[in-house]
């Protein structure tokens, strides 16, 4: 008897994440904060620190101040670490002067550790000779001090040069490249030896004096394709490999092991250090594109104010879109952007091709064929200036251009406007919702303004003007978004609770003006002006209509959109047609309503037809993916699955997949979820979320995707990996909507349901204590929200009430879990009626109290009446086998065994139309069966039962009282049937009172087995 397994499908198929438990210690500071204790912010310059004179520190070198070590004179002390020292010192054998680098004596008497440290920097650097990478002259030990002798550069930190240069001038970023193509040089260098250095970032290069660039402090550097270190709470051990091309001292073959501290800078650290997973070159790439992105745009590209935040951004893949008044173009983000990517296969495959992308600016080609081509046809050096003048000129008009398009929608005033509306409607998480709709229309702005941008430096190299033929379909995807950008803000300005609710999807609504490439590009031109103008008043009027649908006006916004039906079928024009039958169609399934379904998805299949037939695949694949999102919860899976595979066909043919494909791989795990194909099911999800992150998508796509793959790997018992994922989009779900919202809290409520269903199999009652504690938090704060939300006793509310009588039937008092289901029955009865459907769940919880509390009769009651709702709205066969299942062992505890023998035999044929079903399911008929035997008096024939039973228990564990009454059960069997195996049947009785006596509702069968015990 129990209430879902791990491979029970649920009744809707997203879940929730945010970081637990994390160490106080790693919020606020973890962010930016460099974790090696023993380096200063970079090498020693002349100009780093002033000098010990000046600041009183004086070197206690060999009791004397700046005295000497070994063959070095001390000149003057630079800086100190907690473990070492730096000195400004001369090299009288060789007459130079350099930078030493000195252990402490307490600190190499406290442990051989930070000396191995400093040596391998010094074994790292010695491999490396190159204009870009600091080089090293000497290390070793004199008179038991640990020192390494390098060059002493002349100049200052890369991130206080930076500094006096912020914010980014209008042509300094050109200068900003080209300082960081010379540490990227370095690095490439430093790769190329086989090393990593594992802890890039603006404070590690240092700008010389004499111009030249150089990557310093490799205190982190080793071997490449290592396993990064990232455990915050725990000492993490590893043990290096040198890398096969290269010889190594003995010292870099040592194990690094560091207690409580991140390797790396976290601000700077790649997905996969931060994940603890194995890093290489690609990992150095990652942090060397977020210090140039922070460089240029004055902005680090994740969000994220303490660590956790910032783990949830960098792991999502949601990178920021750099700021227009950076004045860099738009190539620049892109290059970047690759090399940001989530998965190392999807950035750049060496330092060297990021280094060419990032080299290969298109403006200065542009500049340079022009120069050029006048040379060629004898042009004059004023002439040749004039033309690289004219470049340079046309590019600051593509930008003021993009600039002054959108620069009047969201104004300061307007901003205030939308501010005070949200406010005003006094939901909890209004003040969440407006800070993700002000962040998200700036990112917007800024996007379109770059692909503005590109579009008209493209014309404009093409000698077009943007009209003509070749570009229109792109300028007409562009204007159509701005178009609904204004028409947003309108909206937003006048916002009430339904919109404020459903601020995200508007955002979304606004199309992605990256994807504008492709949008429009098959369309046929409209054959005259005055058709143009008509196609366009209808699309403002169909894009008017589904803003009014999403703020909650569904009556008009149909209307209109009827309309614009009536409008594009008097044009002969096709293509408009299939967008006007596709949003009067799409808005219907948006609704819901029971007698609009079917117009909606009829709609939809005649814009389909048009759609393929004029080959806008762009079209027709949103039309699939909407029919397999909007339909998934009322069709078929294998419905859903179809059409998600046209989608999937479809984008195979379009040069830009931007987040369609995502989209139908999203919908195709859902539905292969659906039909309890898990495996398959977490493939497809996986590739959603990978293409989605590499695509900019936003933080609620992706976390609604994560909460699909967790509900999938907990079907599939990857315990562990579901709940990093609920976690994970939980965090993303909490930072741009608010606790409160509906969808976070539908996050929530699968994540409290999952923290139930495993709670027991932690095998540490603490832990499973901790996690159930941590489930009636989130559920008490649901309760509260749904209830101020939608009403008290509402069916938003009886659902929470139904997990809470899950949780108090876990934990053990009955009692609560009664009330709960009692209460979860009357709301749904009083909302939806006697025979409603959505009774059932709560009938079943009931079921399982009243058994919990051997109310066998009461028990047998709800559950025949689950039966009749499920037998009635046709739930799935193993849900109907589960629940006969249960009725079964009702009846054996009633000692009605051929009605028992009869429910396990319906059981047993649901399970049987199910493929791939777990062997859970089987193992409860066994059980059933076992203990009908038995209270037959038939204890040998119980025996082969019970066995069978317990062993799938304890291959596929899913409930430790299932074990116990099983185990219970063959004890007693044994006892009668087996005299020789008493000593098996007390080892049996044991295991079982040592379960039940832990769960406060079941110690009374505890006391019973101990009884039983000793009377053997």
């Known amino acids: 008897m129990s209430s879902r397994f791990p491979n029970q499908p649920r009744d809707r198929q997203p879940g929730t994440p945010t970081q637990i438990g994390e160490e106080a ?88 550790h930070a000396s191995q440290r400093l040596l391998r920097e010094a074994q790292s650097l010695a491999q490396v000779s190159h204009p870009n990478v600091v080089p090293v002259y000497e290390a070793g030990e004199i008179d038991g001090r640990v020192f390494v002798a390098m060059e002493l550069v002349a100049g200052e930190p890369l991130g206080r040069w930076l500094a006096k240069h912020a914010p980014p001038a209008a042509r300094f970023w050109r200068s900003i490249l080209d300082t960081f193509l ?27 004096d004499d111009g030249r660039v150089r990557v310093v402090d490799f205190g982190l550097a080793r071997a490449s394709n290592t396993t990064a270190s990232i455990d915050e709470r725990s000492t993490t051990s590893m043990e290096l490999e040198p890398h096969a091309s290269a010889q190594r001292p003995r010292a870099w073959t040592a194990d690094l092991t560091r207690s409580g501290v991140v390797v790396g800078t976290p601000a700077y650290m790649a997905p996969e250090q ?45 990178v920021l879109a750099p700021s227009a008044s950076a004045k860099v173009p738009s190539w620049v983000w892109r290059v970047l952007l690759r090399g940001l990517a989530t998965e190392p296969e999807q950035r750049y495959p060496d330092m060297h091709a990021l280094l060419s992308a990032l080299s290969a600016d298109p403006a200065r080609k542009r500049r340079q064929r022009g120069t050029a081509v006048a040379l060629l046809f004898g042009g004059t050096a004023a002439g040749v200036l004039a033309t690289m003048l004219a470049s340079e000129h046309r590019d ?75 570009h229109a379909p792109t300028t007409l995807c562009l204007d159509t978004q701005a178009e ?26 606004l199309g992605q003006p990256e994807a504008c490439g492709t949008q429009f590009s098959s369309l046929p031109p409209a054959p005259d002006a ?101 339909r998934e919860a009322t069709l078929p899976p294998e419905q859903i699955a179809f059409w998600s595979r046209r989608a999937l066909a479809l984008t ?26 898990y495996t398959e099911a977490e493939v497809y999800q996986r590739r959603a979320i990978d293409l989605a992150r590499s695509n900019n998508a936003s933080p609620l796509l992706s976390a609604d995707m994560l909460h699909a793959l967790a509900n999938t790997l907990h079907a599939l018992a990857k315990y562990d990996d579901a709940r990093v994922h609920y976690e994970e989009a939980l965090a993303l779900a909490d930072g741009e909507l608010g606790r409160g919202h509906p969808k976070v809290q539908a996050l929530r409520f699968d994540f409290a349901d999952f923290l139930i ?110 039966s009749a709702l499920r037998e009635q709205s046709g739930a799935l066969p193993i849900v109907r086998g589960l629940n006969q299942s249960n009725i079964a062992e009702a009846l054996v505890h009633l000692r009605r065994y051929d009605e028992a023998f009869a429910a396990f035999e319906r059981a047993q044929e649901y399970y049987g139309a199910e493929d791939d079903i777990s062997p859970i399911y089987s193992g409860l008929v066994e059980k059933g069966r076992g203990q009908a035997l038995l209270g037959q008096g038939r204890a040998a024939a119980a025996v082969p039962h019970l066995e069978a039973a317990l062993a799938v228990f304890h291959e596929h564990p899913f409930d430790v009282l299932e074990d116990a009454d099983t185990a219970w059960s063959l004890a007693r069997a044994l006892r009668i049937s087996a005299p020789t195996r008493l000593e098996e049947a007390r080892s049996l009785a044991t295991k079982a009172e040592d379960i039940y006596r832990a769960n406060e509702a079941t110690r009374d069968i505890a006391d019973e087995i101990r009884t039983w015990l000793d009377s053997l």
Not at 289 to 318: I, K, N, Q
Not at 489 to 501: G, N, Y
Request: glycine share 6%.
């Open 530 to 630: 005055q058709t143009r103008d008509k196609l366009s008043q209808i699309r403002t009027a169909m894009s008017s209509a589904r803003l009014q649908a999403i703020a909650g006006s569904f009556d008009p916004a149909l209307r209109q959109l009827d309309d614009q039906i009536e409008a594009a079928e008097s044009l002969s024009y096709e293509p408009v047609l299939a967008e006007a039958l596709y949003h009067a169609g799409d808005a219907r399934l948006e609704r819901g309503r029971e007698d609009e379904i079917e117009t909606g998805t009829e709609l939809l299949k005649r814009a389909l037809d048009i759609a393929e037939s004029s080959g806008n695949d762009a079209l027709a694949t949103d039309i699939w993916n909407a029919l397999a999102r909007r």
């Open 396 to 470: 600051e008009r593509c930008t003021a251009a993009a600039e002054s398009a959108l620069e009047e929608v969201w104004t300061e005033a307007t901003r205030n406007q939308v501010r005070a509306a949200f406010a005003a409607s006094t939901l909890p998480y209004a003040a969440t919702a407006w800070q993700s709709v002000d962040r998200g229309i700036q990112d917007y702005i800024r996007r379109w303004q770059h692909s503005s941008i590109e579009l008209c430096e493209s014309d404009a190299e093409d000698g077009l003007d943007g009209t003509a033929d070749g």
């Open 652 to 677: 195979k043919r379009m040069s830009s997949y931007d987040q369609r494909r995502a989209q139908a791989l999203r919908n195709l795990g859902t539905a292969l979820y659906r039909s309890q194909q």
């Open 484 to 509: 609904r950008l204004q028409l947003l803000v309108t909206e937003l300005v006048h916002a009430d609770a339904h919109l404020v609710e459903n601020a995200s999807s508007a955002l979304a609504f």
């Open 182 to 208: 010379e540490a990227g040089r370095g690095l490439a260098a430093v790769h190329e030896a086989g090393l990593l250095h594992r802890d890039f970032k603006p404070d590690n290069v240092l700008v010389g």
């Open 757 to 866: 269903e495993t709670a027991e199999l932690s095998g540490d009652d603490g832990k499973g204590a901790l996690a159930l504690d941590q489930a009636r938090t989130f559920l008490d704060t649901a309760r509260t929200i749904r209830a101020q939300v939608y009403g008290p006793q509402s069916p938003q509310v009886a659902a929470v009430h139904v997990a809470l009588a899950k949780l108090e039937t876990k934990s053990g008092a009955l009692d609560e879990a009664a009330y709960h289901a009692g209460r979860a029955i009357d709301f749904y009865r009083a909302h939806y009626g006697e025979h409603a459907p959505q009774l059932a769940e709560a009938l079943s919880q009931l079921g399982f109290v009243q058994f919990r509390s051997r109310r066998y009769k009461e028990a047998l009651v709800a559950w025949q009446q689950e």
């Open 274 to 318: 931060i994940r603890g997973g194995t890093v290489d070159a690609r990992s150095d790439q990652f942090s060397y594109c977020v210090a140039l992105y922070e460089a240029l745009y004055g902005h680090r590209p994740f969000r994220g104010e303490d660590f956790t935040s910032l783990r949830a951004s960098v792991l999502s893949g949601e």
């Open 25 to 112: 210690e790693y919020t606020d500071k973890m962010a930016a904060a460099p974790t090696d204790d023993f380096l200063p912010e970079a090498l020693p310059t002349d100009r780093t620190l002033q000098s010990a004179a000046d600041t009183g520190a004086l070197a206690t070198l060999k009791g004397s101040p700046l005295g000497h070590l070994g063959r070095y004179e001390l000149l003057e002390y630079k800086a100190a670490g907690a473990m070492g020292e730096i000195y400004i010192a001369y090299d009288a054998q060789l007459d130079r002067k350099l930078a030493l680098k000195v252990l402490r004596p307490e600190v190499r008497r406290r442990s051989d």
